[in-house]
């Protein structure tokens, strides 16, 4: 009697125990697939950003100039980060967006070295120059603690294009120059183990609209040769990752679905047909073209089931209705439990994300 008691008892503790593991592994998984902005320039240990990082529900933060102190900036940016790894179980993506120029985090005000714009570099031509520039920022951003920069933009230039060729963000409108440009970025900061992510693919350069305002349509300016500098830097091997553009291109995809959403361009095209078995980042998934255009669940289930590994969540949305790392996970798991995203798609992007971590030595 007390035997089948025993066994009763077994049969109701394991399977509830063992569920308990799978959930926590799951949670884990899913978090590598979450970058998130940081919340301000000093850690809160009983909030619920640095309770998300520890618990395992974030794989990256990104950092922006709004989380940097006016004085003694390097030193306070480096303890930032350094308290936020020390408290993650698996080692964070930790992000910056420093191309130079007019997009540079960093900037000489706060005592970091200069680095002039892509155009700058593009037009001088000059490959010694680039090599010093870039160097400088590897260095700075390591010794910092971040291990990854959204850079180099491998965009074709377009003066009418009013975020990036407006901006000076782009190298030049010759592929060739932008592919030996890209190439020494890369190399400068591959010497100082700090991941590149090339954008945005699959060419956001011939826009005319700003994606961070609203839908962005380039089915009538898109070129084929846009597409050179991701062919032939992934042919090199020298790309671990890609970020998407938030760009409708009917060439591509007659869905109009943005590249970020967009499985014919993310999957179809550049994983089967240019052969990226690398961790794809999507843009800011707060952008208005995403934003406005799809709702927080649609977009992340659109995202993953387009072939995006890591969703990048900026912060810079409504402070009213936060999106948490901790209210994805929920999302994600509603996902998976509908039937809507599979387990495989969570492993894959898991896996990948990890092997550029172990690549980096960040584990």
């Not at 990256?60 to 989380?67: F, H, L, R, V």
């Not at 377009?158 to 060739?176: E, H, I, Y």
Request: net charge positive; with cysteine.
């Amino acid at each position: 009697m007390f035997g089948k008691i025993w066994i009763c008892l077994l049969l109701i503790i394991i399977p509830s125990s063992v569920f308990c593991q799978q959930q926590d592994s799951l949670v884990y998984k899913i978090g590598q697939m979450i970058m998130v902005g940081l919340p301000g320039n000093s850690v809160d240990t009983s909030g619920t950003f640095y309770k998300d990082i520890k618990n395992g529900k974030v794989g990256g933060i990104s950092i922006y100039e709004a989380d940097l102190t006016p004085a003694n900036t390097a030193e306070n940016l480096s303890t930032m980060i350094r308290e936020y790894q020390d408290a993650a179980p698996i080692a964070l993506f930790t992000a910056i967006t420093q191309e130079g120029g007019l997009v540079n985090r960093l900037k000489t005000k706060y005592g970091f070295p200069p680095m002039p714009s892509a155009e700058y570099l593009g037009t001088l031509d000059n490959l010694d120059s680039t090599k010093y520039y870039s160097d400088n920022i590897a260095f700075t951003l390591s010794r910092l603690g971040i291990n990854l920069n959204f850079a180099p933009v491998v965009d074709i230039y377009m003066p009418t294009n009013p975020v990036l060729g407006a901006r000076q963000r782009t190298f030049s409108k010759d592929p060739d120059k932008i592919i030996k440009q890209a190439t020494q970025v890369i190399l400068s900061h591959n010497y100082c183990k700090v991941n590149t992510v090339l954008k945005h693919f699959p060419g956001h350069g011939s826009s005319t609209e700003d994606a961070h305002l609203g839908l962005t349509d380039v089915s009538k300016t898109w070129k084929e040769e846009e597409l050179l500098p991701y062919k032939s830097l992934i042919k090199k091997g020298l790309v671990r990752a890609i970020m998407t553009a938030h760009i409708v291109n009917e060439s591509l995809d007659g869905d109009k679905l943005p590249a970020t959403l967009s499985k014919k361009m993310i999957t179809g095209l550049l994983r089967d047909k240019l052969k990226f078995n690398g961790v794809v980042f999507s843009d800011d998934m707060q952008m208005k073209a995403i934003s406005q255009e799809y709702g927080l669940k649609e977009s992340i289930e659109r995202a993953i089931n387009a072939g995006v590994d890591v969703l990048l969540f900026s912060g810079n949305g409504n402070s009213k209705d936060p999106v948490t790392a901790g209210r994805l996970i929920d999302i994600i798991l509603q996902l998976l439990q509908e039937g809507k995203i599979t387990h495989q798609q969570i492993d894959a992007s898991y896996n990948r994300i990890i092997k550029m971590k172990k690549e980096r030595k960040d584990l």
